[in-house]
């Protein structure tokens, strides 16, 4: 079977990598990938286990299309799968060769919230709808972004279904991360979030919150860079300096970081709104105690008191309150219920599930969904 995967853009992120995880186990081998090179290290273990495309459809173009186009006459594959909603443009207008001959469609949405309003939310979800009708089948990541999907696009209830990510911990090579490792151990505890810099992280919210919890020899790490916003970049550090903190540190992308949590003890995420958020899972498979917002993708990990500690979406004070929380029940009975119960929910996430999962979905041919 050969299947052709769509995402807009190869950089380090949630998507991406679950693509990657999913590529790296699949049960087929012609895999081809079309995505736009942000990152060249990632887009190199792509070419691993693919044949990989650098074709830009993280924005619309006459050019790209053009190029999807005859990538595609080229290689007719059985199966498309695209990602988000960049993918999902492109794929729509890929279609057109239903009706030349037939090939399966699948869309993963990664994500799905409505950043848009009046004209532009009216749009967006009439291409929903109107592309609800092309594909075979649309996956949710989680069962809460389901819900919200279905809620306002009205798509028929039959044409989504929920794989949840496949998640893997990173082999950890110690020395790559010796300047991270050593501010760690200068401080009596250390909270960490992975994650991109960007609006929707609500970075600024959570470093002003994390001040305010005025904790005692305790450090804040954040490990993840800016991609094209590097406005926001920019002021998550103006913030930091305004603030005069010295033991909140930006460390930016590394590789594999997932591999060194294990040397953090706790975990924050004020994300405004996830999909099923990669870095959370992995959190959880590490052993540390998640403060996270209660915003769709988060609520289908982090059952508040049972697998984590939750707090209000945009609320400082009460992310800034969860982090003292969280900070007293550390090293107690509580503590080590909590990760335990979140260790043993997070192994519902294995990635042998979600290759076995979306793998039947690509060769059940003869299924009406």
């Not at 049960?27 to 691993?48: M, P, S, T």
């Not at 909140?248 to 999909?275: C, H, N």
Request: glycine fraction near 4%; hydrophobic fraction near 40%; aromatic fraction near 12%.
């Amino acid at each position: 079977m050969k299947v052709l995967h769509i995402f807009p853009t190869c950089k380090i992120g949630g998507a991406p990598l679950c693509v990657l995880r999913l590529i790296k186990n699949s049960r087929d081998k012609n895999i081809h990938v079309i995505c736009y090179n942000a990152d060249n290290e990632l887009f190199g273990e792509f070419e691993k286990y693919s044949t990989i495309h650098n074709i830009d459809v993280s924005r619309f173009s006459i050019s790209s299309l053009t190029s999807v186009f005859l990538l595609f006459k080229k290689l007719k594959p059985d199966v498309i799968h695209c990602h988000g909603k960049g993918g999902a443009l492109y794929t729509f207008f890929l279609s057109i060769f239903k009706l030349i001959y037939s090939f399966k469609i699948f869309y993963t949405l990664h994500g799905f919230h409505l950043k848009y309003k009046g004209v532009k939310l009216k749009l967006f979800l009439l291409f929903e709808r109107v592309f609800s009708k092309i594909y075979d089948q649309s996956i949710s990541v989680s069962a809460s972004e389901q819900v919200n999907f279905i809620k306002y696009t009205k798509v028929n209830s039959d044409k989504n279904t929920v794989i949840h990510n496949g998640i893997e911990l990173d082999d950890c090579v110690r020395s790559n991360y010796d300047d991270i490792l050593k501010e760690v151990e200068h401080y009596s505890y250390n909270a960490v979030t992975l994650s991109r810099i960007s609006p929707e992280k609500d970075l600024i919210r959570m470093i002003r919150a994390f001040d305010s919890a005025n904790l005692s020899n305790v450090a804040l790490h954040i490990i993840g860079g800016s991609f094209r916003d590097t406005n926001y970049q920019l002021n998550v550090e103006k913030i930091i300096n305004e603030l005069n903190i010295s033991n909140v540190f930006l460390w930016g992308d590394i590789p594999k970081a997932s591999s060194i949590l294990q040397y953090f003890d706790f975990y924050i995420s004020t994300s405004l709104f996830e999909g099923l958020p990669t870095s959370i899972i992995e959190a959880q498979m590490s052993k540390l105690l998640v403060v996270a917002t209660d915003c769709i993708g988060n609520i289908d990990l982090v059952e508040d008191g049972i697998s984590g500690i939750l707090v209000k979406v945009g609320d400082t004070d009460s992310i800034s309150e969860g982090i003292r929380y969280a900070f007293s029940k550390l090293n107690t009975i509580h503590h080590r219920r909590i990760v335990d119960n979140a260790s043993h929910k997070s192994e519902l996430y294995s990635i042998t599930n979600h290759v076995n999962n979306i793998n039947n979905l690509y060769e059940n041919k003869n299924k009406d969904y």
